[in-house]
């Protein structure tokens, strides 16, 4: 139970690492309001040094604020890991509150962080098999994220199935289970935004993914599934799937100025939150007599919510709210 983040701060030749055992879901707001109070609530955490970096299977949140670059990577949070056009929206205000600094979104999860800071990659990578298939789900149709394209004999299909990279790890059998899917030449896409994609082109051998979430190793993950074939990882851009497909596909992608409209508003709800662990009053409730001792890792906001009302109002008029 819990939302486990680690973050970095880069200042000169020290990296000191930190754990939240909440906040990976807000690091979309805590972030936000610019270096200080980034900094400020990084700082605020648990030091934990090179011993308390998370692997891959525990990590939902992470970021390195790297004072010497003016960088921030990083990645979490709820909506926007899942909707591209919502977190490219949302990078784009909070480069407003950041000045000069580069913001990144660290596609490669706590790996690409990892990285930045000369950690090995045994430190995150966790051997797994892939069990996931490319599927239809009946019960759940909303779960059918992702969007697949296949040119094959020169002709290009589209269709919409339940799966992600962890599909493709299962390697090129999984031709035959998409061959088999009902694709159709054009497609218009309802619900939200899918959240994977992959063009299959069995003429040239070549396969190109993207996907929403961040995930770690993914194009050498593929890449060893499909000897023969050329993986290319896309990181999030969808558009590059369209380009490749050269069909009629359309997607529900709002316009920039909504969508900043719709996180402010959400900000305004979220913007401050207590340092809690709502880990002790469900134990209270089950009369649970032990508890994981990190589960009280936890740290509020920094800042008022007063003054950050204030950012927002001032936002908000540039997007006449």
Not at 219 to 224: D, F, G, L, N, Y
Not at 226 to 249: N, S
Request: with cysteine; glycine share 8%; charged share 25%.
């Amino acid at each position: 139970m819990g939302q486990r983040a680690n973050l970095i701060i880069i200042r000169g030749s020290d990296a000191r690492v930190y754990y939240d055992h909440w906040c990976a879901n807000r690091l979309d707001v805590e972030l936000f309001w610019g270096p200080n109070k980034a900094e400020a609530f990084i700082q605020q955490l648990r030091p934990v040094g090179p011993e308390g970096w998370l692997d891959e299977v525990w990590c939902e949140g992470g970021a390195i604020l790297d004072a010497n670059t003016r960088t921030l990577t990083w990645f979490g949070g709820e909506d926007i890991e899942y909707d591209i056009p919502l977190r490219r929206a949302h990078l784009e205000l909070m480069r407003t509150q950041w000045g000069d600094w580069q913001i990144d979104w660290a596609h490669g999860g706590i790996l690409e962080l990892g990285a930045k800071v000369g950690a090995p990659a045994s430190m995150f990578l966790v051997a797994k098999t892939p069990e996931a298939w490319f599927e239809w789900n009946d019960a759940y149709p909303d779960d059918n994220n992702a969007l697949i394209t296949v040119r094959r004999n020169g002709i290009t299909l589209v269709s919409r199935m339940c799966g992600d990279e962890e599909a493709l790890q299962m390697g090129s059998s999984q031709l035959h289970r998409i061959f088999e899917f009902e694709m159709t030449p054009a497609l218009t896409w309802t619900g939200e935004m899918p959240t994977f994609g992959v063009h299959v082109d069995a003429d040239e051998k070549k396969l190109e993914f993207w996907s929403a979430r961040p995930t770690t190793a993914a194009e050498e993950r593929v890449a060893s599934a499909w000897p023969g074939w050329e993986v290319v990882w896309l990181r999030d851009a969808f558009e590059r799937q369209l380009e490749a497909a050269k069909i009629d596909i359309q997607l529900p992608v709002r316009d920039a100025a909504s969508l900043c409209r719709a996180i402010i508003e959400q900000l305004r709800h979220r913007c401050h939150r207590e340092g809690q662990n709502p880990a002790r009053e469900l134990a209270s409730r089950l009369n649970a007599t032990e508890l994981n001792p990190m589960t009280d890792e936890a740290r509020g906001s920094v800042g008022t919510e007063e003054e950050k009302l204030r950012t927002l109002d001032k936002l908000a008029g540039e997007f006449a709210l």
